[in-house]
């Protein structure tokens, strides 16, 4: 197990945690960093263009909870994609794990996808660059062994992306335990028809295959970032912005011959969108449906295609209906949008978010780590 290797043979992590107005989940997922008992980290939080004052709240934060010799790096977004600074970046591998912290201010909102494109990038270029990236969502709180069975997994299992298991933080019930290989593509893009296991698979080992894993918590090989960059062009694909990122990228690792894995003790509790504007936000219901019809696209078999489009746009429509019924005329026009954007190849941001998303969060400082989205499934 990796909890027993000295911290000088321990694979080095970058943890790269995004912000976007909610300094509040950010921080107290931050706490939960410190409390892991893996020590060869280094913690990135990536703000994202938040309109709030966020990364002052982060960084009085780390001045107060860092301790004495503690080392807080602030970098651009030019900065970080090029490595960071030299004699910067010298003192941080000089300090313990719990003792340092590196903020990248994003001029604007990037996305999940974009966002984490430079905490990924800057990772992989700066000195004593990492052998494993973690992408953590800010509304995340980790249970201390998670990271080390995460890692241990990932060697045990030579797995290029090692998932975690997500627990809801309000219920305590389990939320993600893989995704059944036996429906992985329809399970994406209709998930009312394949729903997601709401049981722990029964197996032996302390790790188990899935087509894909959960984005919030999700341990990404270097050697697996590389090689998707080097067949892509990216990591994450930015024209998703959010939403299906993470199957995305799964299959493209494993396109370039890495096992997807889940680790079956590593734990995350996450609040499920709640500090997000939970299922009445209108930006979550716009990014589901349109970047199901952009991967379906990619993914569907042909045969399966005219089946799936007919069915998604009478399910959207019959959707659009409900909120109209409702008098939630936002979230049918967010819809619709989605609907259309889709079939029209529209990608990236939706050129609503900023307006929804004050509308949603106005300046409380309260928005979701996922470009401030809950699931709309």
């Known amino acids: 197990m990796s909890q027993d290797l000295a911290p000088e043979r321990q694979p080095n992590v970058a943890i790269s945690i995004l912000n976007w107005n909610g300094w509040r989940d950010t921080i ?11 020590t060869n980290y280094l913690t990135i939080v990536v703000e994202n263009g938040s309109w709030d004052d966020s990364a002052e709240r982060i960084t009085a934060w780390a001045r107060e909870r860092l301790g004495p010799g ?121 998930p009312a028809l394949f729903p997601r296991s709401r049981e722990m698979p029964r197996v032996a080992a302390d790790f ?53 894995v889940v680790a079956r003790k590593a734990v995350t509790y996450h609040k499920g969108g709640s500090s997000g504007g939970g299922r009445l936000n209108p930006l979550a219901y716009y990014y589901f449906y349109r970047n199901r019809i952009l991967l379906a696209r990619r993914f569907v078999p042909a045969y399966w295609k005219p089946l799936f489009h007919f069915g998604n746009s009478l399910f959207c429509l019959l959707r659009v209906c409900e909120k109209l019924v409702h008098k939630r005329f936002r979230h049918a026009r967010a819809i619709l949008c989605g609907l259309y954007d889709g079939y029209g190849g529209n990608m990236g941001k939706w050129r609503y978010h900023d307006a929804e998303g004050k509308k949603v969060h106005g300046h409380s400082s309260e928005a979701s780590p996922r470009a401030g989205l809950a699931r709309a499934d």
């Open 28 to 38: 107290e997922c931050l706490e939960s960093v410190r409390q892991l008992q893996y």
């Open 70 to 190: 503690h080392v807080l790096a602030e970098y651009s977004r030019q900065t970080a994609l090029q490595g960071g600074e030299a004699s910067t970046e010298k003192a941080l591998d000089a300090v313990p794990s719990t003792s340092r912290l590196v903020l990248i201010r994003n001029e604007e909102n990037l996305g999940f996808t974009g966002g984490n494109n430079v905490g990924i990038q800057y990772a992989l270029s700066r000195r004593g660059n990492a052998d494993f990236v973690l992408l953590l969502n800010n509304d995340a709180v980790l249970m201390p062994t998670c990271l080390t069975e995460l890692v241990a997994v990932g060697r045990r299992a030579d797995a290029g992306v090692v998932g975690a298991i997500m627990m809801d933080r309000a219920t305590g019930k389990l939320w993600f335990a893989g995704i059944d290989e036996k429906h992985p593509t329809p399970r994406l893009l209709v």
């Open 208 to 260: 188990f295959p899935s087509p894909w894993v959960w984005g919030g918590t999700m341990l990404i090989g270097a050697e697996t970032l590389v090689a998707v960059h080097r067949a892509k062009g990216r990591f994450l694909d930015p024209a998703l912005f959010i939403y299906g990122d993470e199957a995305e990228f799964c299959r493209a690792a494993r396109a370039e011959g890495f096992k997807i």
